[in-house]
């Protein structure tokens, strides 16, 4: 079974997989138990595998291998592996006691090995994991999710093992999380240990320091030892080939511009005009390569290029002449065309600068590249990479200073390569190179919608602006994202008119002759984002499929509003009336001074009625719900909608309230809908606020019969009670609730929110005075149809806990437990990590404000038995129901219903659970190690090593408390986990057990004994004596 190729077992073991298997696998390269194991190799091929990586090859797997046989036969020393590589393994083993799927990421500078690092310690693991690599599609994440599902199970139920997953695409990671998950629970699969760990290997131009492992261009103490003996070991066996090992060599020395500038001196020669086809061709893999990493050209482009065919004669860097050795031509496997690209990115970018430097801009480059490679047929790799250089925008990342795991995301405008020319050279430059691609690429949206944006926001040329926004739209008429563009064309216009710089003045006519380009633009992309309904749409300049709803076209519509409004009042104050419809335009024509705006009379009329239609869509979407656990929604957007409110909609009562009450909720921005009482903690009202905005709804309900006027009266009483106010019982209108239920699916989800409040039982033992389980699937049928399309992808705050109190009293708003947490700390009070991790729950304040309760967990879900009926609750932390288990939780609610929150398994298992761990070593008792495992001289290992070398079967947890005691390396893990048979491994796990001492037995010991399933062996072998 040799030539067979092996996925590794959870026991150390090995399970043989056929053809079909392979071939069942299109996304994931596999990374077998037994890779090349047993192969024969040309030893030219040897050679030329290891000259390419040392020259700037990316690494394939048999570098690795060649590695192996090097040290094996004595002709060579191992790879290097870079300090972040200890790091990485320990996480990654630290990861495999975690149930379920979890992740490691591992952040690089382009060109500093990270690539080289991540596929090296799969190498290393490939016989205690299952790794693979995700080289396909991510378009359709439930493939990738059955692929590594079909991975963790091959081989049958006894020979599951953890899937270690390299991917470079840290944005599909919660998703592909989810999917992995939802897999497993519908093929009904019993998980007996970790399903996936993945290891997101993500380059980054600049990297901070985290708890994640970061890899940078600067070399350790320690690695330039280790690089400048592979250097003497490389002059040896190479002699001045050596020389020309660029992707090595800069690493030697530390990422020196020097050695950079002396290898790229040819370029200084190149001249403007009259350029050779290979010194064109060199400027365009280095413009590629400097601003796309990653990025390669097909060796028959290029053949093409130099007017040669690729029948004749493959490519070489002799081709190249003079750039000869700063290009390499490589072949990822034996199914792909051979590819061809600079040696580093340093080199790279160094190029391209002198390149400029000589005359030969960046711009020049590009248009040239378009012209030549972008015709006819591009091969669609390039294509992505045309489309990265010039339209992808990086993401600016600030890093919160309270919290190192909040991050504030703010877009660049532009691509790196537009940001560059723009700087040095021009933004008339940077149009004509995306004027050129989007006239060769006619298809594609995304290039005019590029160059929309460098017209409107850079050169002010609205009308250019306009024609390349509407070339986009019909493009790809059905995205609401490439839609936005029109609409953000007509608001900058008129932003510039609003800017007291601008030299451009406009008549209120003009004025709004604009605001009506700019709302119509943003009315068609609301309806678009409705209409997608959750398809998988492309967002502006980023190939990724998007799953949110599009809320710019609302939001653009309040941002138009609010420049309209300054404008307008800047030239008569006579139209914040008419803008508040406090009085009808044509009753002030002769006010305003022309006649001719009545043709804007039906917009006029519009606007405030929609701007509070949209402020009250904003209202719940921020109140709600936020882009992620650890993300907020960018401060502007609510700052704009409150502005945007308070301008139109502030001085004017809805018809609906009483007049006083109506004025003072609206100076309270959105306090009159159940999305602002909810929001009245997070805005910091003040007491006095807060009982004035309760008054305000008592009145209302005295005066109106309306559902939802009743339920604001009630949250604002909760609200009132959760800032510390001693209320007198509002009885009068609980008992008005009450009269209206059994609530219909179709009211309100904020109405069935407080009916589960209200009735929730305090224990499952409790009579229910209402079907909960009724109440639940209400719930969700009303949220489903009232906010899923808005907030779908978006993570649905906590608004209220389940506490121990009675009535009103035992609801527990979370801003109140985020107070018991973190105190007076405001600003810490933003971390949501808090939330994400959970650490919250295990505040003792915390603990005992709220109510705990029980349920069980079973197929990955978690149910509550409520009145005799099960109900299936969410959870804040999906890893949470790996294991099957009795829990107890606390009971958090969002817009959509119950979700649980610190779910922990029942006391009776967590005794057991507790009884299982291990003591560091300087903490166990000396004297209980010598009378439990020593008996007349000689310890329980020694007396019994044969039964337990024959008898135990769970080396593979043995081994990872065994680590963590620092009992044993590494190496040692992995030279054991090597082994055939468990008995082999369970003899080598004693030998260095027995090798530490008395201290080594005595945490062996430990360890076993405390291990359940190994409990009746242990007491069998004591009784033995």
């Known amino acids: 079974m040799a030539n067979e190729t092996a996925l590794s077992t959870a026991r150390g073991g090995e399970v043989y997989v056929g053809s079909d298997f392979k071939d069942s696998l299109s996304r994931l390269d596999v990374l077998y138990a037994n890779q090349l194991k047993g192969q024969y190799f040309d030893p030219i091929l040897f050679a030329e595998t290891e000259e390419n990586f040392y020259r700037g090859a990316p690494p394939e797997w048999l570098n690795f291998h060649i590695s192996e046989q090097a040290v094996a036969d004595g002709s060579g020393t191992p790879l290097i592996k870079r300090d972040g590589y200890d790091t990485l393994v320990h996480q990654i083993r630290q990861r495999r006691k975690h149930p379920g799927i979890s992740t490691v990421k591992l952040f690089h500078q382009p060109g500093c090995g990270g690539t080289t690092l991540a596929m090296q310690v799969l190498w290393d693991l490939r016989k205690t994991f299952r790794c693979a690599v995700l080289t396909g599609s991510t378009s359709d994440i439930t493939i990738v999710a059955e692929e590594v599902v079909h991975l963790f199970t091959a081989g049958g139920q006894g020979h599951q093992n953890t899937v270690l997953l390299l991917l470079n695409d840290e944005q599909i990671l919660e998703n592909l999380q989810d999917s992995i998950m939802k897999k497993i629970a519908e093929q009904k699969i019993v998980a007996h240990m970790p399903v996936a760990i993945l290891l997101s290997c993500v380059r980054k131009d600049a990297v901070k320091q985290s708890d994640h492992v970061a890899l940078k261009r600067a070399l350790s103490d320690t690695e330039k030892q280790k690089f400048d003996e592979k250097k003497k070991e490389h002059s040896r066996k190479y002699s001045d080939k050596h020389k020309q090992f660029h992707g090595f060599n800069i690493m030697q020395t530390n990422f020196s511009q020097d050695y950079v500038k002396q290898a790229c001196e040819v370029f200084s020669e190149v001249q403007r005009a009259n350029r050779p086809l290979r010194t064109q061709l060199a400027a365009f893999l280095a413009l590629l390569n400097a601003y796309v990493p990653g990025s390669y050209l097909l060796e028959s482009q290029c053949l093409n290029f130099l007017k040669h065919d690729e029948s004749i004669q493959p490519f070489s860097g002799d081709r190249m002449q003079h750039f000869s050795h700063l290009i390499i031509a490589y072949q990822p496997d034996e199914t792909s065309e051979r590819r061809v690209r600079m040696a580093h990115p340093m080199?790279?970018?160094?190029?391209?600068?002198?390149?400029?430097?000589?005359?030969?801009?960046?711009?020049?480059?590009?248009?040239?590249?378009?012209?030549?490679?972008?015709?006819?047929?591009?091969?669609?790799?390039?294509?992505?990479?045309?489309?990265?250089?010039?339209?992808?925008?990086?993401?600016?990342?600030?890093?919160?200073?309270?919290?190192?795991?909040?991050?504030?995301?703010?877009?660049?405008?532009?691509?790196?390569?537009?940001?560059?020319?723009?700087?040095?050279?021009?933004?008339?430059?940077?149009?004509?190179?995306?004027?050129?691609?989007?006239?060769?690429?006619?298809?594609?949206?995304?290039?005019?919608?590029?160059?929309?944006?460098?017209?409107?926001?850079?050169?002010?040329?609205?009308?250019?602006?306009?024609?390349?926004?509407?070339?986009?739209?019909?493009?790809?008429?059905?995205?609401?994202?490439?839609?936005?563009?029109?609409?953000?064309?007509?608001?900058?216009?008129?932003?510039?008119?609003?800017?007291?710089?601008?030299?451009?003045?406009?008549?209120?006519?003009?004025?709004?002759?604009?605001?009506?380009?700019?709302?119509?633009?943003?009315?068609?992309?609301?309806?678009?984002?409705?209409?997608?309904?959750?398809?998988?749409?492309?967002?502006?300049?980023?190939?990724?499929v998007s799953h949110v709803f599009n809320t710019r076209g609302q939001f653009g519509y309040l941002q138009v509003c609010n420049i309209l409004y300054d404008l307008l009042v800047r030239h008569n104050t006579t139209w914040r009336k008419v803008l508040t419809k406090n009085v009808s335009m044509s009753s002030v024509l002769t006010s305003l001074g022309d006649n001719k705006l009545l043709r804007f009379n039906d917009l006029i009329n519009s606007l405030r009625d929609e701007v509070e239609r949209k402020c009250a869509f904003f209202d719940k979407y921020l109140t709600y719900s936020k882009p992620g656990m650890n993300k907020d929604d960018a401060s502007y957007i609510s700052r704009d909608t409150s502005d945007c409110f308070r301008k139109y909609v502030g001085d004017s009562p809805p018809k609906h309230v009483k007049e006083k009450c109506a004025d003072f909720l609206q100076e309270q921005n959105l306090a009159e809908t159940s999305a602002g009482v909810l929001s009245c903690l997070d805005r910091e009202y003040t007491e006095s606020e807060l009982k004035e905005i309760t008054t305000c709804w008592e009145e209302i309900c005295t005066s109106n019969d309306s559902s939802t006027a009743l339920v604001n009266c009630i949250l604002a009483h909760i609200m009132l009670i959760n800032m510390g106010v001693d209320l007198p019982s509002k009885q009068k209108h609980l008992t008005a609730f009450k009269q209206k239920m059994p609530l219909s699916p179709k009211e309100a989800p904020e109405l069935h929110m407080l009916a589960l409040l209200l009735y929730w039982p305090a224990n499952s033992e409790d009579k229910c005075v209402f079907d909960i389980s009724q109440l639940v699937q209400h719930m969700k049928y009303s949220y489903e149809h009232a906010y899923e399309t808005y907030l779908r992808s978006r993570y649905l705050r906590p608004l209220f806990f389940i506490g121990k109190g009675e009535g009103l009293n035992r609801i527990v708003h979370r801003k109140v437990l985020e107070g018991l947490f973190l105190g007076q700390n405001k600003e810490a009070a933003e971390d949501w990590s808090n939330w994400s991790d959970e650490k919250i729950f295990q505040d003792p304040r915390v603990q005992e404000r709220l109510l705990r309760v029980e349920g069980v967990v079973r197929n990955y879900s978690l149910y509550v038995t409520i009145g005799g009926t099960e109900i299936k609750v969410d959870v804040n932390v999906r890893n949470s129901l790996w294991k099957p288990r009795q829990v107890s939780f606390y009971l958090g609610f969002t817009i959509r219903g119950p979700v649980a929150f610190g779910i922990q398994t029942k006391t009776a298992e967590k005794v057991e659970i507790s009884a299982m761990d291990v003591s560091e070593p300087e903490q166990i008792n000396p004297k209980l190690c010598a009378r439990t495992g020593t008996t007349e001289g000689q310890h329980f290992v020694d007396r019994h090593r044969t039964a337990l070398i024959e008898r135990v079967s769970d080396e593979g947890s043995i081994l990872d408390k065994l680590m963590d005691k620092k009992l044993i390396s590494n190496e040692a893990y992995d030279s054991v986990r090597a082994l055939k048979t468990t008995q082999d491994q369970m003899r080598e796990i004693l030998n260095k057990v027995i090798s530490a001492g008395t201290r080594g037995k005595d945490i062996f010991y430990e360890i076993i004994k405390g291990m359940r399933s190994l409990r009746p062996l242990i007491t069998e072998l004591e009784e033995s004596g």
Not at 393 to 416: A, G, L, V, W
Not at 473 to 484: C, E, G, I, L, M
Request: glycine share 2%; aromatic share 6%.
């Open 347 to 544: 080199i790279a970018q160094h190029c391209t600068e002198l390149m400029a430097e000589r005359g030969v801009t960046r711009s020049d480059t590009a248009r040239n590249l378009l012209t030549c490679l972008c015709r006819d047929d591009v091969p669609p790799c390039l294509l992505d990479f045309v489309q990265d250089m010039l339209t992808k925008r990086e993401m600016k990342k600030e890093e919160n200073p309270i919290s190192s795991t909040e991050m504030k995301d703010e877009q660049e405008r532009f691509s790196r390569l537009i940001l560059d020319i723009q700087k040095k050279e021009s933004n008339v430059q940077s149009a004509s190179v995306l004027k050129v691609a989007s006239k060769n690429f006619d298809q594609n949206p995304f290039f005019p919608q590029a160059l929309a944006r460098v017209y409107y926001i850079e050169l002010k040329y609205y009308n250019q602006a306009d024609m390349w926004a509407k070339r986009a739209k019909d493009r790809d008429p059905q995205n609401s994202f490439v839609a936005d563009t029109l609409g953000q064309v007509h608001k900058n216009h008129l932003n510039h008119l609003n800017n007291p710089k601008s030299k451009e003045k406009a008549t209120p006519s003009e004025i709004l002759q604009l605001a009506t380009k700019a709302i119509e633009a943003f009315k068609h992309e609301e309806r678009l984002a409705e209409n997608e309904c959750g398809l998988d749409m492309k967002g502006d300049g980023m190939t990724k």
